[in-house]
């Protein structure tokens, strides 16, 4: 999987409206993609977990599918960069369920002219480049599944649909197809 620069801001904000006025996925992912690196890098800021912020990449897009056809976005990096951080600090806050975390305020001011620093591009790049290869090496049923669940964002019923396969069995594939995949990248990670 290899990410796009963007640096159309034309066509970013021509592809907010449209998705707006559509509410086409195909439009949303393409707003979305880009910017991928730049939420998994927060997140795992925040989160300091790789699985967790891996899997809140995906929430945080689905939680994309209503917000974006209800708020008026003007420039949606740093609006993204905002969610971003909400999410994870909501989460924080429900896994703390009440334990107070002293959060220093100066910490959260953003600027949209920084760039986030976390993973750096030939990181983010290996670290793709190591995922698609362990995908590769999954068995076939995982591997449809798994690529079907999170990269093209299918529901368990739509996913046994397409492939044919039991319910409960696609739902065993993603599981240990995600267990598998995340043993094989800890691994082969350097």
């Avoid at 305020?105 to 600027?111: I, P, R, V």
Wanted: hydrophobic fraction near 35%; aromatic fraction near 10%; include cysteine.
């Amino acid at each position: 999987m290899a990410f796009q620069r963007r640096t159309n801001i034309k066509n970013e904000a021509d592809l907010l409206e449209q998705y707006k006025s559509t509410g086409e996925l195909q439009v949303l992912g393409a707003l979305y993609e880009p910017y991928m690196p730049l939420v998994y890098g927060v997140c795992l800021k925040y989160l300091k977990d790789e699985a967790l912020s891996e899997d809140a990449v995906m929430q945080i897009f689905e939680q994309l599918i209503k917000k974006l056809r209800i708020h008026t976005v003007s420039n949606f990096k740093s609006w993204l960069y905002s969610f971003a951080r909400n999410y994870c600090l909501m989460a924080l806050r429900a896994a703390n369920k009440g334990n107070t975390v002293p959060i220093d305020e100066n910490s959260f001011m953003e600027n949209e002219l920084i760039e986030h620093p976390s993973l750096g591009e030939d990181t983010l790049e290996s670290k793709l480049t190591l995922m698609e290869n362990c995908l590769q090496q999954l068995n076939t049923e995982q591997r449809v599944c798994v690529r079907l669940f999170y990269l093209d964002q299918k529901c368990y019923k739509e996913i046994a649909d397409i492939t044919g396969y039991d319910l409960n069995k696609v739902k065993s594939y993603i599981q240990n197809g995600k267990r598998n995949l995340k043993i094989c990248m800890e691994k082969n990670d350097k």
